[in-house]
């Protein structure tokens, strides 16, 4: 065999080990639950095709595009509105052939784009143009996955309404920040609260007047914690709220803020009933052994407001 044929074979067998490389890959992306990891896993294939100097993907930004990924800097979410070049193809390249460009879609919809930056051997990109669109439709189709995933545990986690955790949101994310406030040896607070007389409100005015209310109590919290502070419906008519790096004598002031605030609603259709909150609060301390133990706390202090009257905090 000559050196010819023998180059011509060594070029075949390796462009064969690619196609199984980018095949093995692509299944990989395909099970993927995070645009992170997709992104990761596309730029790695990048890579070993064209030895680029940089992976990039934008995302459809305001009036252009901004940059979510660098395979030299991760995950980016930059704020920068940023223009991509115009083009027919959803496959092109510039700069001779040294940036190649990839529009993502799936379904019609345009997910992304793809960039992959000075390329060190451009003259191989014509020989993975027929693969590139399988690249191209894997990677819109996994992206789009990700995002259905996303959609469906939000949902699976939210309270439908009101808009903020459910029972199992606030769980799984209160948890997590019981262990590093733990490991930390940082102070939480717990307050879990109630609409005073929620069932002769409910029985007198109806459901939808009932579900009104509880949508203007969720906003009047909303509006006066923390976007750190973990906020769910605890069943009925019980929320809970976790206060991370809150004391007792803080997360007070902020309670009684809410409550003051609740008193002062005026809604027609609730004919002249008045609003109050009961709330029941507790902290962390030396011995605090379980978050479940921290819930138990507070929903007794609760129990203690709802027979003291009612409209009042009590701690313990």
């Known amino acids: 065999m000559g050196l010819l044929e023998e180059a011509l074979d060594f070029d075949l067998h390796r462009q064969i080990a690619d196609y199984a490389m980018i095949n093995e890959v692509l299944m990989e992306i395909a099970s993927l639950n995070s645009v992170n990891e997709v992104l990761e896993k596309i730029s790695t294939l990048a890579e070993a095709l064209f030895a680029p100097e940089e992976v ?29 070049p115009e083009n027919p193809e959803d496959i092109f390249s510039l700069e001779g052939g040294r940036d190649l460009w990839m529009k993502i879609r799936h379904d019609d919809k345009l997910l992304g784009a793809l960039k992959i930056s000075k390329i060190a051997f451009p003259e191989y990109v014509d020989r993975y143009l027929a693969v590139l669109g399988n690249i191209r439709s894997v990677l819109g189709l996994s992206l789009s996955n990700v995002e259905l995933h996303e959609e469906l545990k939000t949902i699976a986690l939210t309270d439908p309404l009101t808009g903020i955790y459910n029972r199992r949101g606030f769980f799984d994310k209160t948890k997590v920040e019981f262990l590093k406030a733990s490991r930390e040896s940082k102070s939480l607070s717990l307050a879990i609260y109630d609409l005073d007389n929620f069932k002769a409100i409910n029985d007198f005015c109806g459901h939808e007047v009932s579900d009104l209310v509880l949508k203007e109590v969720t906003k009047i919290v909303k509006d006066n914690i923390r976007e750190s502070d973990v906020f769910g419906r605890f069943g009925g008519d019980e929320f809970i ?18 409550r003051v605030a609740v008193g002062k609603i005026e809604e027609p259709s609730l004919k002249e009933r008045e609003l109050s909150l009961s709330f029941g609060l507790t902290t962390t301390r030396d011995g605090t052994g379980s978050f479940e133990e921290l819930v138990a706390l507070a929903d007794s202090a609760l129990y203690e407001a709802k027979n003291s009257g009612r409209n009042t905090i009590k701690s313990i």
């Open 241 to 258: 709220i976790l206060f991370p790096g809150c004391d007792l004598k803080s997360t007070l002031r902020v309670l009684d803020r809410i």
């Open 56 to 84: 990039l993907f934008f995302e459809k930004f305001r009036d252009g595009w901004r940059e979510i990924y660098s395979s030299a800097r991760g995950s980016t979410g930059a704020e920068e509105v940023l223009q991509i």
